[in-house]
């Protein structure tokens, strides 16, 4: 994970180095589903949570203890690193799963898929990030496909106020996180960022967990004895938390809010390549026009506006 945290360079062109981390870390995203749906059927959601954050946590702590990178947070703004990693993975990831829970499939998704509009124009308004209008129409292009593949799926569910309530706030946290995450990238870098993130969730997260049962630790500490789990949250910890999100910070360095969230779709196209190959769920010819569109609106958001 690179401790560049300097998001001017001498060229007007981005590194494909950038592209390549952002690309990896929504790959990682779009698979990670997968494993979630084998770890859930052995534990309930917040003991999930726990582990893949503790392991997290340790696994970057390993990596400080033996020299490989250093952090170093005296006289920098230590609250807004504070309010990024609790926005982002806990106050999102708690906004959403509750929201997907009290909420219809398809409704849920479409507000997920709004993450990128969302993030962009609070971007163009706090950081005068001003999107051109052809960034904008490819990226209703990308957030459509995304729509069109949650229409697609079977509705389920019942439509809560709840429900409505915690996917604004999973939306308004995850641009939030972006916002803040691009206003400190001068200051921290993607490896402290990314270790604050971390550690606060596995603190608030194995809170949550401990509550969920009770206290029971024989039920905290039994998932890991399972082989499926075990190979599932190490996945889910070293490759879609402590890489997903090292990249994704690393990236944000160098690329405008509107550039990155517009990625944030990709992860709803290998979701859905993912499900087709892996559980044989149903891919349609409809399905694949929508991934094209989801393609072909991040690449066009990628190719106009100007780069960092």
Known sequence: MSQDNNPKTNSNKTSPKVFIAVITAHIFWGFSFL?????LDVTNMFVLLSHRFII??????IVILLGFVKINLKGKRIHLLIALSILQPVIYFLGEQYG???STTIFSGVMIALIPIFGTLAAALFLKEKPTLIQLAFSAL???GVIGIGLMSKSSGVLELGGVIALIIAVSAAAGY???SRNVCEEFTAFERTYSMMAISAIVFTACAFFSIKGDMS???SPMTDKTYLISILFLSLCCSVASFGLDNYAISHLTVAK????A???????VFAGAVFLHEPFSFLGFIFCIMILVGIYGVQKSGTDE
């Open 35 to 39: 494993a979630a749906r084998k770890a």
């Open 56 to 61: 997290a946590t340790l696994a970057m702590s």
């Open 100 to 102: 997907i829970q009290h």
């Open 142 to 144: 990308s957030v459509s």
């Open 178 to 180: 972006l916002l803040i």
């Open 219 to 221: 039920e905290f500490i």
């Open 260 to 263: 990155l969230s517009a990625f």
């Open 265 to 271: 779709n990709l992860t709803t196209a290998v979701s």
